[in-house]
T-cell receptor, first 111, second 118 residues
Framework: DAKTTQPPSMDCAEGRAANLPCNHSTISGNEYVYWYRQIHSQGPQYIIHGLKNNETNEMASLIITEDRKSSTLILPHATLRDTAVYYCIVRPRDAGNMLTFGGGTRLMVKP | GAVVSQHPSWVICKSGTSVKIECRSLDFQATTMFWYRQFPKQSLMLMATSNEGSKATYEQGVEKDKFLINHASLTLSTLTVTSAHPEDSSFYIC??????????????FGPGTRLTVL
């Protein structure tokens, strides 16, 4: 799996958009970008994934650069409950391989 | 859909005893389940991959005789920590990979089990 680089921590004001960056410069053509988050003392929660087009669901938006070497997860209106560690992972969707977690970004949403 | 449960959610045991943790996929079948361990303020580390009906594959540095994994059905995998010691205290998380359907090969995570060994 390609490696990813994320800032270790970020702060965001409640109600504002949280933009979490991820670099994956060695991503392969068949690898998807996945985002998970882990709230304290809970299992990881799937957020969103994409290949090359931007994606949006009820939780977040995923913006992938044209060269696919980086992406940004956007939480449009962060709440205190969005405080968590956010993990960006790249892997082939159908590979069936386990997900390999890096350090992630610890997002702190502040009132 | 795609719910994974773990039992127990937390357990405290004495050093030298064994503890069994169950991981169940509640509404889908999982031919493969993964077991992760997470120490405080660290990321998840894969311990082993469990395939239904066959022996688990352990990551380097994980003792297979200490962490016994059984995946007897398409919806249940168990992790038994044998002769537990305080250094085994950790947060154990399982995930199940969907075997079919629109979310085939997606991984879904359980809520985790916090093990404390006294």
């Amino acid at each position: 799996d390609a490696k990813t680089t994320q800032p270790p921590s970020m702060d965001c004001a409640e109600g504002r958009a949280a933009n979490l960056p991820c670099n994956h410069s060695t991503i392969s053509g068949n690898e998807y970008v996945y985002w998970y988050r882990q709230i304290h003392s809970q299992g990881p929660q799937y957020i969103i994934h994409g290949l090359k087009n931007n994606e949006t669901n009820e939780m977040a938006s995923l913006i992938i650069t044209e060269d696919r070497k980086s992406s940004t997860l956007i939480l449009p209106h962060a709440t205190l409950r969005d405080t968590a560690v956010y993990y960006c992972i790249v892997r082939p969707r159908d590979a069936g391989n386990m997900l390999t977690f890096g350090g992630g970004t610890r997002l702190m949403v502040k009132p | 859909g795609a719910v994974v449960s773990q039992h127990p959610s937390w357990v405290i045991c004495k050093s030298g005893t064994s503890v069994k943790i169950e991981c169940r996929s509640l509404d889908f079948q999982a031919t493969t389940m993964f077991w992760y361990r997470q120490f405080p303020k660290q990321s998840l580390m894969l311990m082993a991959t469990s395939n239904e009906g066959s022996k688990a594959t352990y990551e380097q540095g994980v003792e297979k005789d200490k962490f016994l994994i059984n995946h007897a059905s398409l919806t249940l995998s168990t992790l038994t920590v044998t002769s537990a010691h305080p250094e085994d205290s950790s947060f154990y998380i399982c995930s199940a990979r969907s075997a079919s359907g629109s979310r085939k090969n997606e991984q879904f995570f359980g809520p985790g089990t916090r093990l404390t060994v006294l």
